[in-house]
């Protein structure tokens, strides 16, 4: 019976932790493709990747789940770019993608 409760706890577990990676990624993707529409550019491939999971204290003090994810967008149809993201819990902690055309125009 101890072995159940165990088995349990354990697959509760598991599918929260899948649960909130989840979510997360559903952010990013809300994120990145906002991004890419305000600067006028093609998000490729409808999606993010995973690229990376640690531990991290917040501003609080708290620690928390740290992740990091990548996406592909295209100013002229043609070049593949990088955009990078990084989530800690549901707060935007970094982002490196494409910028609005005004700002590009700065530059």
């Given at each position: ?6 088995v349990m706890i354990a697959g509760a ?39 990376g999971l640690r531990l991290r204290r ?10 990091s994810f990548r996406f592909e967008y ?34």
């Amino acid at each position: 019976m101890f072995d159940l409760v165990l088995v349990m706890i354990a697959g509760a577990a598991a599918f929260a932790f899948w649960s909130a990676g989840r979510g997360a990624a559903e952010r990013a993707e809300r994120i990145g493709r906002q991004a890419c529409r305000a600067a006028g550019v093609q998000w490729l491939d409808q999606t993010v990747h995973a690229a990376g999971l640690r531990l991290r204290r917040g501003e609080d003090g708290r620690l928390g789940l740290e992740r990091s994810f990548r996406f592909e967008y295209s100013e002229d149809g043609t070049e593949r770019h990088v955009g990078r993201l990084v989530l800690h819990g549901d707060t935007l902690v970094s982002f490196s993608g494409p910028v609005r055309a005004s700002q590009r125009d700065l530059h």
